[in-house]
């Protein structure tokens, strides 16, 4: 039996392409027909399919080349590779297992919009680590800081971006990650960083004017007017948690932010 080359592609899900590009490394020969026309055979479907196999673990076609080339004809060289890319796979499941936990997470709190916004509630507020630097909070001019910085950033989205309240004496801005997790990321010190302990806090969720980025602190007025409106006592801490970005024409922000505003009791 004789099959073209759109055949092969077509159960391949390769173009016709990657079939020449198969056939210039001499991991196929083609047989022209007498109208010019490639045709494979069983031997060349069942190579193909044998390296679809491996590119399916995730390996190298160079690497797929060098086993298909004739020297390395021993199953334990496969069986190792193999093994080593089952390791990766495991790896990666890990990582993206956690990418979703991180991303429900987060969800928990998008979902309370509708009941929290510009509503509030006596709740006690998670144990979290802020981060940040001198300068703007999210971003500093000296190298040193950005690789800091930059291992933060790289833990996104379980590192959250987060606004703080000046009487906290730290930049406007920073990040913010559940303590829990600091020793499982490995996060670097080395700029200002404070633990926050859970306590019982005025929790809301307010969506920030389009100047939030030049005046962060607009963010925490309602809510500390309102604490004072029901004569509860603010703590020392005060920060928020933002949550997402709508954009209106003209490219405007207005940030969804979470806020804990600590409550003397």
């Known amino acids: 039996m004789k099959y073209s080359i759109t055949d092969l592609a077509e159960i391949l899900?390769?173009?016709?392409?990657?079939?020449h590009y198969y056939e210039k490394e001499n991991l196929i020969k083609v047989e022209k027909g007498k109208n010019g026309h490639r045709y494979y055979n069983v031997v060349d479907v069942f190579r193909l399919l044998s390296y679809a196999k491996y590119r399916s673990m995730e390996i190298p076609m160079k690497t797929i080349i060098t086993q298909f080339g004739g020297n390395e004809n021993n199953y334990k060289l496969i069986e190792e590779r193999e093994t080593r890319y089952q390791l990766e796979a495991i790896k990666k499941a890990k990582y993206y297992m956690n990418l979703a936990n991180a991303i429900e997470d987060h969800l928990v709190s998008i979902r309370r919009?509708?009941?929290?916004?510009?509503?509030?509630?006596?709740?006690?507020?998670?144990?979290?680590?802020?981060?940040?630097?001198?300068?703007?909070?999210?971003?500093?001019?000296?190298?040193?800081?950005?690789?800091?910085i930059h291992k933060w950033v790289k833990a996104m989205p379980v590192v959250q971006l987060g606004v703080i309240d000046e009487r906290m004496g730290m930049s406007n801005f920073g990040y913010l990650v559940r303590t829990e997790k600091l020793e499982e990321l490995e996060l670097p010190a080395g700029l200002y960083t404070k633990k926050l302990e859970s306590t019982s806090c005025l929790?809301?969720?307010?969506?920030?004017?389009?100047?939030?980025?030049?005046?962060?602190?607009?963010?925490?007025?309602?809510?500390?007017?309102y604490a004072n409106s029901k004569g509860l006592e603010i703590g020392e801490t005060a920060w928020g948690k933002i949550l997402l970005v709508e954009v209106e024409k003209e490219a405007k922000l207005h940030p969804y932010i979470e806020l804990w505003i600590s409550i003397k009791i």
């Open 203 to 225: 929790h809301t969720i307010v969506v920030a004017d389009e100047d939030f980025t030049l005046k962060p602190q607009k963010v925490f007025k309602k809510a500390f007017d």
């Open 13 to 19: 899900g390769c173009t016709t392409s990657a079939i």
């Open 113 to 148: 919009i509708e009941q929290l916004l510009n509503k509030y509630e006596l709740a006690q507020s998670p144990e979290v680590t802020l981060m940040c630097d001198d300068e703007c909070g999210w971003l500093s001019k000296k190298r040193s800081s950005q690789k800091i």
